[in-house]
């Protein structure tokens, strides 16, 4: 009898260790989940912003011909398409979620992805300056829409 107590006392000990390890877990990942959905709802601008940036200097890069200097600009390229991405899928699951799924925002993502495809494919210097060109305008579209959801719907006091 004693031994079946002590087994069941163990057992719900367990039970709650478990459930208070799993909340506490829970707690913590929705905190930084709610940190992290800040950060990209405020952050559209700066990511944005390197992103030009390394356009720019990758416009230079494709005139000088230099192919080593390309190869390393490329690669930044690409780390920062991901991060843009990234930025952008993260935003259209907030879009979805918290306001209603916006046309708008689709036809911009969709022109960002077919103008970073663009640059990747094309191999003439000439081509990639145009699709250089094409991918800031499309970015800059795309960050003034980001602005414009923030100040029509007052996201950023709604994630704090």
């Keep these: 009898m004693k031994r079946k107590k002590l087994l069941s006392c163990l057992l719900i000990g367990v039970l709650l260790t478990t459930t208070i390890i799993s909340v506490t877990w829970a707690y913590n ?4 989940l709610d940190s992290y959905r800040l950060l990209v709802i405020n952050s559209p601008e700066n990511l944005i912003t390197q992103f030009e940036a390394i356009l720019a200097y990758e416009e230079e890069i494709v005139q000088n011909q230099n192919d080593k200097e390309q190869e390393q600009m490329l690669e930044s390229h690409v780390a920062l398409t991901d991060a ?6 993260t935003m259209r699951g907030i879009l979805m979620r918290e306001i209603n799924p916006r046309e708008n925002y689709s036809r911009l993502e969709d022109q960002i992805l077919k103008e970073m495809a663009n640059f990747r494919e094309f191999s003439s210097q000439s081509d990639k300056s145009d699709s250089i060109h094409a991918l800031k305008n499309a970015i800059e579209e795309y960050k003034e829409y980001i602005i414009q959801i923030k100040n029509e719907t007052g996201i950023e006091e709604e994630v704090i």
């Design 84 to 89: 843009l991405l990234l930025h952008m899928n």
């Design 29 to 32: 990942l929705k905190q930084e």
